[in-house]
């Protein structure tokens, strides 16, 4: 079997190929790494967190641009690009470290509910899975990075337990660990963007009402793909992604203003478009994103038990709008606030906390990535 650690929760099936000998898909270990490097369809993230007691601190973050079509819906196309995009961002940042937590997305990740006999030792179950595991995985095994997590007995049969089982084609964590390799960094963790997610919102979710004991649907607004990830008492039990984001926003402003797509970019962050913006392209646009999280949240009921949630937070670039958050809670009725990350963590010195701020809902994976390295 191919093996190279991805790492989410807390199994331990290793993947050693190469370089990739030190990854792990759902173990929670210690490592290194205090950096969290989210490469999206449009840009880098980098984040660098430190932690003192039970206190984290912010010592640095950039973004940096990607060059167009170098990740096509979340899968690297340039591993150069993407590379050379790294090293930029790190040098941004002046961050010191060479070992990082990255993340493959959801739509690129299997998960699969087993049950094992529970007398069996971590080895033991390490070697059935890897025996039963083609019953599970539609690729072949040479393929695969594969890890397990115990997630706890069986209901109404205590001699067996539930084993979550994750499986990524192995070339979607090769991409992340090379692209990492061009810019002199070691891929410490492999994670998944899902349980990057889950672990950031561990670190607000006392700043809403209800906190993690309820249903809370995180709603990712990228570039081009609008994430939903719906978490139950603190963990996730729904993802779903879908072609849609900010992109077309600055699309619109490119078409109708007559300008190019980077200065429709910039106009659509730093303001100066015509008056009628507002109304003509900006105000459209926040409806369409009420409707892609209506239609998110729909496919979510339509597939589970649930028929409600009692909380949405809005995340990703897209977030940051004015009165999006309003507007959301107003059409679907249920409370809406932006994500913030950093809300209780300290901030060096050298880090613009304005900045940070503005771009804290986009920040979301990059955090839960820094988080990882201290679990």
Same mark, same amino acid.
């Given at each position: 079997?191919?093996? @190279? ?8 099936i290793g ?21 969290? /490097?989210? /490469?999206s369809?449009s ?22 641009s ?7 819906e ?16 790190v040098?941004?940042?002046?961050t010191?470290?060479?070992?990082a &937590?990255?993340?493959?997305? *959801?739509?690129?990740? /299997?998960?699969?509910?087993i049950?094992?006999?529970?007398r ?40 067996? %337990?539930e084993?979550?089982? %994750?499986? @990524? ?6 991409m992340?660990?090379d ?16 349980? &990057? ?10 700043h ?6 309820? !249903? ?15 978490? =139950?008492? *603190?963990?996730?039990?729904? !993802? ?11 699309e619109e ?21 015509p008056?009628?913006y507002?109304?003509?392209?900006? =105000? ?26 009692? =909380? ?6 897209? &977030?940051? /709008?004015?009165?999006?958050?309003k507007?959301?809670?107003d059409?679907?009725?249920?409370t809406? !606030?932006? &994500? ?21 809902p986009?920040?979301?994976?990059? @955090? ?8």
């Amino acid at each position: 079997m191919s093996v @190279c650690q991805v790492s989410v929760l807390s199994g331990n099936i290793g993947i050693i190929q190469g370089k990739m000998n030190v990854l792990t898909f759902l173990t929670k270990k210690a490592s290194s790494a205090k950096l969290g /490097i989210d /490469i999206s369809s449009s840009s880098v993230k980098l984040l660098e967190l430190s932690r003192s007691g039970s206190r984290y601190r912010v010592e640095s973050y950039a973004v940096e641009s990607l060059p167009p079509n170098s990740v096509v819906e979340k899968n690297i196309t340039d591993v150069q690009g993407v590379g050379e995009a790294i090293t930029r961002v790190v040098s941004r940042s002046k961050t010191g470290l060479k070992a990082a &937590a990255v993340a493959v997305s *959801g739509s690129s990740v /299997i998960t699969k509910l087993i049950e094992l006999d529970a007398r069996l030792s971590e080895d033991e179950m390490e070697s059935q899975i890897r025996v039963e595991a083609d019953q599970y995985i539609p690729y072949p095994l040479d393929e695969v990075a594969l890890d397990f997590e115990v997630v706890g007995p069986v209901e109404k049969n205590p001699e067996r %337990v539930e084993v979550l089982l %994750v499986a @990524c084609r192995t070339e979607n964590v090769e991409m992340r660990v090379d692209a990492l390799d061009v810019a002199n960094l070691v891929a410490k963790v492999v994670d998944v963007e899902a349980y &990057a997610v889950e672990r950031a919102f561990g670190v607000l979710a006392s700043h809403i009402d209800g906190g993690e004991d309820q !249903t809370v649907a995180i709603v990712d607004v990228g570039s081009t793909m609008t994430t939903l990830s719906v978490l =139950h008492d *603190g963990r996730t039990i729904y !993802t779903r992604e879908q072609l849609f984001g900010g992109k077309q926003l600055t699309e619109e402003i490119q078409r109708r203003y007559g300008l190019s797509f980077d200065e429709a970019g910039l106009a659509k962050r730093k303001g100066g478009l015509p008056d009628d913006y507002e109304s003509e392209v900006l =105000h459209p646009f926040k409806e369409a994103v009420v409707q892609q999280v209506m239609r998110s949240l729909q496919f979510f009921y339509s597939s589970t038990q649930y028929n409600d949630v009692d =909380h949405i937070l809005l995340a990703g670039g897209t &977030a940051s /709008i004015d009165g999006l958050a309003k507007m959301v809670q107003d059409k679907i009725g249920t409370t809406t !606030t932006v &994500a913030n990350p950093f809300v209780d963590m300290s901030i060096a010195s050298r880090v613009d906390a304005q900045q940070l701020s503005n771009d804290a809902p986009s920040l979301m994976i990059a @955090c839960g990535l820094a988080l990882r390295s201290f679990d």
